[in-house]
């Protein structure tokens, strides 16, 4: 998730998405830190790829819960989630979501340190960080309806 504006900066982690079905099973997306970004307090934006099964679910339960990795921990965050319409980037058809933060978990034990989480090697960098940057500039900058 980007808080900040430095998309580059660990851009090879991704986090995971877990939106509800309405068959009652969930769905898990990966998403970089160029879908998500905290726009206020408890306020996020997210940029998912329009044909996709989670922007479906979202459009369709508007539930969720994203799992971040933390130094030595991991959160989960449930959000709810409600369509801000939808854009093209690089020729990628996007559909973006503002979600209320509902819920927010810290999950940690005593005898174990989460170390790492998901991670990735970019194919071609420059590109997909421009891009990232792009979808951040526009997720900032939208408003909500």
């Not at 580059?8 to 998403?31: E, I, K």
């Not at 503002?98 to 927010?104: C, H, L, M, N, S």
Request: glycine share 8%; aromatic share 4%; with cysteine.
């Amino acid at each position: 998730m980007t808080a900040g504006s430095c998309v580059s900066a660990r851009s090879n982690r991704a986090s995971t998405l877990s939106s509800a079905a309405t068959n009652g099973w969930p769905h898990v997306a990966l998403l970089s830190k160029g879908e998500v970004v905290m726009v206020a307090e408890g306020v996020l934006r997210i940029a998912l790829h329009s044909g996709s099964r989670t922007t479906a679910n979202l459009a369709e339960t508007r539930r969720a819960t994203l799992l971040l990795v933390s130094p030595g921990a991991v959160e989960t965050i449930e959000i709810l989630a409600h369509s801000i319409g939808a854009s093209e980037l690089a020729g990628i058809p996007l559909s973006l979501f503002e979600a209320d933060i509902t819920k927010v978990q810290k999950h940690a034990v005593p005898y174990a340190t989460v170390t790492s989480g998901i991670t990735f090697e970019l194919r071609n960098a420059g590109s997909t960080i421009d891009r990232w940057t792009e979808t951040v500039t526009l997720l900032r900058g939208k408003a909500s309806p």
